[in-house]
């Protein structure tokens, strides 16, 4: 991947770097990811009041400057030194506990969002790159969403989007997301597998690889053995794959989900089809969280992310690793410039 600071594009307009779940680590690495330099305008949604305490407790001597509208950036060009933040209301307490569950943070991650998302329908910002939030904060909260994604796709009206994992070394695009295991089966169809695969081949598409070699993984043991470890392999999962071969896609499988992720790490493949969250994450986790993206595929917006949760356990310590939120900022650049390159 690239590294901060490489990047070939400015955008037009700002990014949107979410804060997060404030009781976590995301204070802390939007700060850190500030003090590097960043190649490209930002304004972060969320607790202002969460940043200001986190530039104190890492002495980190930027001034945050409260933005009414994100187009209110254009009056502050030429100042250095800052942190430009959309503020969320009402201010999180000054005694939030760092490290715990707190449905006020778990509101706060979710209407910075919400706020975020609005500005890139409206055109506002050129992107959005989310720290990470807490589904158990969201929660308590009385909001019953999974995850990120699942906001993102009713927030903007968006019927049809996929997770996608992404490090220097692997490519992996979801089928399934946040169910359970139990709900894999009956919800895999052939239409949903083929938009899988067409949002894959788009995804790698928007980040510069013309004619991708898409794998996909079977969901039995051994692909279903032609049928002896469950049918789903045969029945819904190879029609997929032929309509899109149809369409001109590369698509290949299914191939066992055993050895598939080694064979694309190797070089055989571009992106992974998985047919459910842990075996697609599980790969990709492992090789490192630090450097990894989280990508939403089908918004009409780009959407990076970190790969990583709120690490409750080292909130507020000073030792969070802004690598993941780093490399998250320069994927979203890189998709900007494939984008306005056509």
């Given at each position: ?34 003090m590097a330099g960043l190649p490209a305008p930002c304004v972060v949604y969320g607790d202002a009041g969460a940043l200001r305490r986190a530039c104190i407790a890492l002495n980190a001597p930027l001034q945050i400057v409260e933005l009414v509208d994100v187009s209110a950036l254009t009056l ?267």
């Amino acid at each position: 991947m690239m590294t901060l600071g490489t990047t070939p594009v400015t955008p037009i307009a700002p990014l949107a770097l979410t804060l997060g779940d404030a009781a976590g680590i995301g204070p802390e690495i939007v700060i850190k990811l500030h003090m590097a330099g960043l190649p490209a305008p930002c304004v972060v949604y969320g607790d202002a009041g969460a940043l200001r305490r986190a530039c104190i407790a890492l002495n980190a001597p930027l001034q945050i400057v409260e933005l009414v509208d994100v187009s209110a950036l254009t009056l502050h060009a030429d100042k250095t030194g800052c942190l430009f933040v959309r503020p969320t209301y009402p201010a999180l307490p000054t005694d939030l506990p760092l490290g715990r569950v707190d449905a006020r943070a778990g509101q706060s991650a979710y209407d910075a969002l919400c706020l975020a998302i609005d500005d890139a329908m409206l055109g506002k910002v050129s992107a959005i790159v989310t720290a990470p939030l807490n589904k158990e904060a969201m929660h308590a909260a009385g909001l019953d969403f999974p995850g990120h994604t699942e906001i993102l796709a009713q927030r903007s009206g968006t019927p049809y989007v996929a997770m996608m994992l992404v490090n220097d070394r692997l490519r992996v695009i979801l089928a399934t997301i946040h169910i359970a295991l139990s709900e894999v089966s009956p919800t895999l169809t052939t239409a949903l597998e083929l938009r899988t695969i067409e949002l894959a081949q788009q995804a790698c598409q928007a980040m510069g690889i013309a004619s991708p070699r898409i794998g996909v993984a079977g969901l039995n043991p051994h692909a279903g053995e032609h049928g002896k470890f469950g049918r789903e392999d045969l029945d819904v999962i190879v029609p997929a794959i032929a309509q899109a071969q149809a369409q001109g896609i590369n698509a290949s499988g299914p191939w066992p989900g055993d050895t598939l992720f080694m064979r694309a790490r190797m070089g055989e493949f571009d992106i992974c089809v998985a047919q459910y969250h842990d075996q697609g994450l599980i790969p990709i986790k492992y090789l490192g969280i630090d450097q990894g993206v989280n990508i939403t595929v089908g918004l009409p917006f780009v959407r990076t992310s970190v790969d990583h949760g709120t690490a409750f356990d080292i909130a507020g310590k000073g030792v969070a690793d802004p690598s993941s939120l780093r490399e998250a900022f320069e994927m979203a650049l890189t998709m900007l410039h494939q984008k306005n390159q056509g």
